[in-house]
């Protein structure tokens, strides 16, 4: 598909609703409003297009966003790229959509040590949102290097920005339900850490108490064995 079919088949398949929900999560730039059904369905048509991706992402639409990491080539991300994209982004939505495609790269490790420490809010949630995603796909990392990662999470949290402390706190919950050893200094360290304090803008969404959430979701997993 063209640059203009895709972005036709985006605005047509956009709703009114859509937009007010998205709005609501605290997307500004323009948009359409394609569900997430609708993205799957262009996804599955157009499989993967690094060009079309970079051409989605540079019209700044919100949707074309989305749908650019869905169907862009891992194997061709440079750090010139996922910095430039990173700069870019400016919602949480946005920045998931973007950290999930960030982990399908080569760069995810080194760019997710690099973004834990950036001033930028979203920046920072990205990288810890790739935390949370190598806590829970990649078994190759030692327990050591998490049990870093719960020392910088315990002494800095409170102190992030909002995004940051949410993704954060999901990096946390991730960690602990990794193992049995990860899950105790994960506790240990949600104790210490006591409530995270996250402003959800103009939705129903809460912050989860993580030690509340590690010892339900180990529990759950346990009960199906």
């Not at 998931?96 to 920072?124: C, N, S």
């Not at 912050?207 to 959430?213: C, G």
Request: charged share 25%.
């Amino acid at each position: 598909m063209s640059l203009d079919e895709v972005m036709e088949a985006l605005k047509t398949a956009g709703t009114e609703q859509n937009r007010k929900i998205y709005t609501r999560h605290g997307v500004a730039n323009e948009l359409y409003g394609v569900s997430y059904a609708d993205f799957g369905k262009l996804k599955k048509k157009i499989k993967v297009d690094h060009n079309l991706a970079q051409a989605l992402w540079a019209t700044g639409v919100h949707d074309a966003r989305i749908l650019a990491a869905m169907i862009a080539d891992p194997t061709l991300a440079d750090e010139a790229m996922l910095d430039e994209w990173a700069a870019d982004l400016g919602n949480y939505v946005i920045t998931d959509a973007f950290a999930d495609y960030v982990f399908q790269t080569p760069l995810a490790r080194q760019k997710m040590e690099a973004w834990i420490h950036a001033d930028d809010e979203w920046a920072g949630q990205a990288g810890w949102r790739l935390v949370a995603k190598f806590a829970m796909q990649d078994s190759t990392l030692p327990d050591v290097y998490f049990e870093a990662l719960v020392a910088q999470i315990e002494a800095e949290i409170h102190t992030k920005k909002n995004r940051v402390r949410d993704a954060m706190n999901s990096a946390l919950i991730a960690i602990g339900i990794r193992n049995a050893l990860l899950q105790t200094e994960a506790l240990e360290a949600a104790g210490k850490i006591g409530k995270v304090v996250v402003d959800h803008g103009q939705t129903g969404c809460k912050t989860p108490d993580a030690a509340a959430y590690i010892l339900k979701t180990v529990k759950h997993r346990e009960e199906k064995r």
